[in-house]
C-alpha cells in the first residue's frame, strides 16, 4: 500500500492548499467591499475639480497653460504605471504591463525616451529586471495609507513636464469595470484635456451656461493650481481603483484555486480507491491461490 500512502499524503496537501486559497478568498472579498467605498468617495472630489478646471479653461481661452498645450520638442515622455505590491491576483499586473511595454514600445520607435514612475512592487521590480529607468518609487501604498505620499513622485514629473522636459505623461492602472472585469488602460495624465473627462457623468460635462470667477492673483496662476491638482486626484483615484481591481481579481482567483483544488482532490480520491481496491483484489487472489495449492 505504498502507493496509497503517497497518494494520502497527496491530498492532504491539496486539502491544506484548499483551506489557504478559501480563506484568501473570504479576506480579498472583505476588503474588496471597502476598496469600492474608498474608490467611490474619491469621484466627487475629482469630478467637481474637473468641472472647475474646464470651467476657467473655457471662461479665459486667451489663458496658455502649459500643462493644456501638446508639444514634441523633449523627445522624451513619462509613465506612471500602478500596479500591485503583492501577487496572487491572476492576470491582473501582466495584463496591465503587457499593454504598457507596448505603448512604450511605439513611443520609443517614434524616437522618444522612456521615463518611467512605479507605484507597486511589481512594476518595480518588473522593469528594473527589464532594464528600464525607474526614477520614482512607491511601494506600500494599501488601504490605509496616507494619500501624500503619491504627490512627491506625481510633482517631480509635473514639474519635469513644466521646465519643457517631458512631452507627455501617461498613467497606466487598471480600470474598474465590475468584480469579474479589470481592465488595462494607458491614457494621457499630461497634457491635460480640456474637455470631457474620465469617468465623469453629466455633472461633469460643460452645460449650456459658462460662468467666469474672480481670479486672485491671476487667472493663470489659479488655473495652473487647479490643473495640479486636478492631476494629483486622477492619481490618486487611480491607484484606489487600482486597489479595487487587486481585492476583486484575487477573490476571483482564489475562487478558481479552491475549485480546483477541489477537482484534483476528488481526481486523488478516485486514484486511491483504485489503488487500495487492486491491492485488495491481490491479496485475494494471492489466498485463493495458496489455499488451491494447499
Known sequence: MAVGKEIRTQIRSVQNTQKITAAMEMVAASKLR?????????????????????????????VRSPFLTPRDTAGKVAYLVVTTDRGLCG???????????????????????????AIGTKAVSFFRRQGGDVNYVVNGFGELSDPTVLHGPVAALVNEFERGELDAIYIC???FVN??????????????SAGASEGEGAAGRIGEY????????D???????????YIDSRVYRSVVENIACEMAARMVAMKAASDNAGELINELQL??????????????????????AV
Open 91 to 117: 492576470g491582473l499586473n501582466t495584463n496591465l504591463l503587457r499593454a504598457t511595454v507596448l505603448h512604450m514600445k511605439e513611443q520609443s520607435e517614434q524616437g522618444k525616451a522612456i521615463e518611467i514612475a
Open 219 to 229: 487667472a493663470e496662476t489659479v488655473l495652473n493650481l487647479i490643473i495640479r491638482r
Open 34 to 62: 471597502r476598496s469600492q467605498e474608498r474608490m467611490n468617495s474619491a469621484r466627487p472630489y475629482a469630478d467637481r475639480i474637473a468641472q472647475v478646471m474646464r470651467h476657467i479653461a473655457h471662461a479665459q481661452p486667451e
Open 173 to 175: 492602472r487598471n480600470h
Open 271 to 292: 486514484a486511491y480507491n483504485k489503488a487500495r481496491q487492486a491491492a485488495i483484489t491481490q491479496e485475494i487472489a494471492e489466498i485463493v491461490g495458496g489455499a488451491a
Open 179 to 192: 468584480t469579474m472585469t479589470q481592465r488595462p488602460e494607458v491614457t494621457p495624465l499630461v497634457p491635460v
Open 210 to 217: 459658462i460662468w467666469d470667477y474672480i481670479y486672485e492673483p
